[in-house]
């Protein structure tokens, strides 16, 4: 799956096939009573097995090993947004992609019965999916929306509290996505986001890649430039804090994420750190890059103006 004239639709329907079968494969699974304790999901790549422990890897709350596996199993980020946040009860908070709704249920526990918790997804599969979750959990103060993050389905200066978790990074439009969280977020508002960004940018052949993009690798972009979108939306007090991955997660992307990319990228050790190179095609080296500097995920904060 690879072009180089991908439009924001192409980008959109990718991401969306991407976690509609995510999510749809997920409930086959659940509903065939399969050993999923076997089956641990990492960061955008649930549906291949792998060692990767999202929940110990990611989550410093402990209220996240308490949720049933349907929760769980069905995590796809690259963080502890909630922790991160530092919620308070009686707040409203909105999550960016909620997915199976993780982040949504962990966030209704610190708010309370007095507090809100407004989960948006643009996949019908995934909304249907943490629907029947939260019914499971009598989440009574959770709701879930359909729609972009890029067109909020969400009023003005409604929201305490914005978190999300490694979504951005998959929007083909960046600082809309700011912009909207902007209008929906109260005076002194927060804005507490886990995502992937790189330091430079990444080789052409992987930005082109739209399962790389899906896989939320091609579209993560320099943490400079997610800075400045966040400010040329009127965030002050950014504040960006990186987490870098070890190899075990590099090998586990490169081999999940991008397989259209197999033969064009390879990792070779160098001095003893392995580095990728990425080759044309026809063992034409064109660039080389060590993933451990390049992608990293990042803990990002900031705030709208009182
Ligand atoms: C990597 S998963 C993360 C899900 C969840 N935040 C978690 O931590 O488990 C990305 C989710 O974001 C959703 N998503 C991606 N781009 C979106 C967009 N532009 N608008 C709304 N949802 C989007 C996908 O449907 C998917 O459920």
Redesign the pocket.
Known sequence: MTTKSKTPSDI?GA??E???K??ENFQVRMQASCDCSTTQSS??APEIESQLD?ITRFYEDPDAFELPTEVTE?????GDPVTLASLKEGQTVL?????????CFLAAKKVGPTGKVIG????PA?IERARSNQIKLEARNVEFRL????NLPVADDTVDVII????IN???DKHQ?FREAYRVLRQGGKLAV?DIVTDGSLPDVIKNSLSAWAG?VAGAIDVKEYIAAMQDAGFIDVDVNASYWDQEMINEAIEQIAPDLKSQIKAVDRNGQAVLVVNNGADHALAEFDPQKAIFSAKITARKPK
Request: net charge negative.
């Open positions: 959109r991401v969306r991407r976690y509609g995510i999510a960061c955008c999202t069905l995590s796809l980020g690259c999550d960016l992609g909620a997915g199976g709704g993780i982040d948006v997804d643009m996949t995934m729609g972009e993050i890029e999300s978790n490694c979504v998959l929007s083909p996505v886990s939320c």
